[in-house]
């Protein structure tokens, strides 16, 4: 792939991930103008409920569909047919599974609510396997314009929410219709075309050879990035609950530019781990010790304007949210390693390696979350997320130190988190004291000197930074030539 390509894929995607991350935001920021703290903490837990579902009507085969595709673009189509024939079954039962729940045991008032929720996973089927077969094809440009006009959709049925006196239930009527939308769309694309017709069963059969560890994957991933807002309306309260998803969507936003260009790079990735390996190598063993580095300056100036963002952004009642906002960007860092790691152990087709981080991760997560919460509240929870999302991330970094191999990764980490806890030390003294500028001042430099004298700064960071150094001379002399 030219580096022209992959420009303008990166591009495609950056457009609908900033579009949809704004678009979502906006929805989230007019039911917290809509709704009270606790209404919002319910909304929340709706809507994560069905983020944490929608993964699983294809037993988180996408991956595997991304990767197969990427390397046979010819058989897209009956890749696409075997997965929505494999995936009805599922995702029926998950949809019947979820009515029964708002029926039988769920609160009464969010029955109508659940039920159009449930409805909502039918067509969510067909819409994972073809943006699967899409980005694997890397024809980015349907799945973007789908994605953004559905949540264009989503938020003016939230501004007809708020200018009438259309509730909950009403909203999630709207979001179903939302997501069938979205599946007739894909289904009118010329790639995806005859996907109804009945597919081989040989080909249907060959997925299921590979569903337990993707499925397994697939939940513990949705456990791990959403167990936080599922339950911390039982341990904290509601209120606390909305004054974390406060923080939580704007920590969203945080991540954007590392989800948006793994994107793109994950089929890139599975040829080059195939053909070119020698390259792959390379690229992930720059990255890697780049990121741990740079991802604490980073933190930091997220750190010190979490408080000016939050008070922007939401009514009083929700300023709570930016000590939690704070502690959550430093997740930001981490999840940015483990996003990079995991594209290159899917790449790699080490989805059992990957497995087994997540569950190190998941086993941290829930005596972390709920002493954390139950001692300091939605500060508390967000601390958990990101000691729970640390030790994945070095669990990441020792498979990538034994099987790519990369030299010397978790020495690195080891020495990055040395130099990181003195500059948040020095930051959280100063905050108080002094502002969040000053204290971003004093931990930047505080970073800065305990970086080399622990050992952060590595031979290879100098010899990258001596041959940028003369590429951009040598092309400044070129040009004045």
Do not use: K
């Not at 939580?248 to 793994?262: E, K, P």
Request: hydrophobic letters at 65%; charged letters at 10%; one cysteine or more.
């Amino acid at each position: 792939m030219s580096a022209r390509a992959l420009v303008q894929r990166f591009l495609s995607v950056t457009v609908m991930r900033v579009g949809i991350a704004m678009l979502n935001f906006g929805l989230f920021w007019v039911m917290s103008h809509r709704l009270g703290v606790s209404a919002l903490g319910g909304f929340a837990w709706a809507m994560n409920l069905f983020f944490l579902l929608q993964a699983l009507p294809l037993l988180g085969l996408q991956p595997h569909l991304t990767r197969s595709v990427a390397a046979q673009p010819g058989e897209a189509g009956g890749m696409a047919r075997a997965a929505l024939w494999f995936g009805l079954m599922p995702g029926v039962a998950l949809a019947a599974a979820v009515v029964g729940y708002a029926l039988w045991a769920g609160e009464p008032r969010w029955q109508v609510a659940l039920s159009w929720l449930a409805l909502a996973l039918v067509p969510t089927v067909w819409t994972l396997a073809a943006e699967a077969v899409l980005v694997g094809r890397e024809l980015l440009r349907a799945v973007v314009g789908v994605n953004l006009a559905e949540s264009a959709w989503r938020v003016l049925a939230a501004i007809w929410l708020v200018a009438g006196d259309a509730d909950l239930d009403a909203f999630m009527a709207c979001f179903c219709a939302g997501r069938w939308l979205a599946a007739v769309a894909y289904a009118l694309h010329p790639v995806l075309r005859g996907a109804w017709r009945p597919a081989r069963w040989a080909a249907v059969l060959a997925l299921i050879t590979h569903t337990p560890t993707f499925l397994a994957i697939t939940l513990v991933t949705a456990l791990a990035t959403r167990l936080d807002l599922l339950v911390l309306p039982s341990l904290v309260g509601v209120g606390a609950a909305g004054v974390y998803a406060a923080a939580a969507r704007v920590n969203d936003a945080a991540l954007l530019a590392s989800t948006m260009m793994l994107v793109v790079v994950f089929p890139v990735l599975s040829r080059w781990f195939v053909h070119d390996r020698a390259r792959f190598l390379t690229l992930m063993a720059r990255t890697l010790r780049w990121a741990l580095v740079l991802g604490v300056p980073a933190a930091l100036i997220g750190m010190a304007l979490a408080p000016w963002v939050v008070s922007w952004l939401y009514p009083p009642d929700l300023q709570g949210a930016a000590p939690v906002l704070q502690v959550l960007l430093l997740a930001a860092w981490w999840m940015t390693l483990d996003q990079l790691l995991s594209t290159a152990m899917l790449a790699a087709q080490a989805q059992r390696a990957d497995l087994r981080c997540m569950l190190v991760g998941l086993g941290a997560l829930v005596p972390l979350l709920v002493g954390l919460s139950l001692w300091q509240g939605a500060p508390g929870a967000a601390a958990a997320l990101v000691l729970a999302l640390a030790l994945r991330v070095l669990a990441r970094l020792a498979w990538a130190q034994r099987a790519l191999p990369v030299d010397g990764l978790l020495a690195l980490a080891g020495r990055c988190l040395v130099a990181a806890a003195a500059a948040l030390g020095v930051f959280a003294w100063a905050q108080a004291p002094h502002g969040v500028l000053i204290a971003l001042l004093l931990g930047t430099l505080a970073y800065a000197a305990a970086l080399p004298l622990v050992g952060g700064w590595t031979r290879w960071h100098a010899e990258d930074c001596r041959a940028a150094g003369q590429w951009w001379r040598a092309r400044r002399q070129g040009g004045a030539a």
